[in-house]
């Protein structure tokens, strides 16, 4: 006997598949990898925390 599928789950889980490995291509052609979450907040941290330059000297 044949598994029973449900075409709907078929074809979500394909589509997600699909979209998947688009977005994997696109990464690999802009030179980007997955986003760090945290990388903003420590940018953030960082700038308030950095000293200004002295402009002129005195």
């Not at 394909?14 to 979209?19: F, I, K, L, P, S």
């Not at 907040?41 to 005195?58: I, M, Q, S």
Request: cysteine-free; hydrophobic content about 30%; glycine content about 6%.
């Amino acid at each position: 006997m044949a598994e029973i599928v449900n075409l709907n789950k078929a074809r979500k889980a394909a589509d997600r598949t699909a979209r998947r490995e688009k977005a994997k291509e696109r990464r690999a052609q802009r030179g980007a990898s997955r986003p760090d979450p945290n990388a903003r907040r420590r940018e953030r941290e960082l700038d308030g925390k950095r000293l200004d330059e002295p402009t002129d000297g005195a």
